[in-house]
């Protein structure tokens, strides 16, 4: 199982990951943890659900861009 911390996930769960040109994302993880494991999980799971996003415009000039999303369980 993946087990709970002690406490009410009172923080949120930080995810940070890449949206590559194509839209594919790369390297997702958990970079703040909400005190709760199965609320991180369930938060990296959320952003690898979505792959992929849409395809980044042609005119940003980079391989990519970096993402931070925060989820926060109430």
């Known amino acids: 199982t993946l ?6 996930a009172g923080q949120p769960a930080v ?4 949206i590559m040109l194509d839209g594919s994302i790369r390297d997702v ?4 943890s909400s005190g709760n494991r199965s609320v991180d999980y369930s938060a990296q799971r959320a952003v690898m ?6 395809r980044l415009p042609p005119g940003l000039r980079r391989s990519s ?10």
């Open 15 to 18: 995810v940070r990951f890449a």
């Open 3 to 8: 087990g709970q911390a002690t406490g009410s």
């Open 49 to 54: 659900g979505i792959n992929p996003f849409r």
């Open 65 to 74: 861009i970096v993402v931070e999303m925060y989820f926060e369980y109430q």
């Open 29 to 32: 993880r958990v970079v703040g």
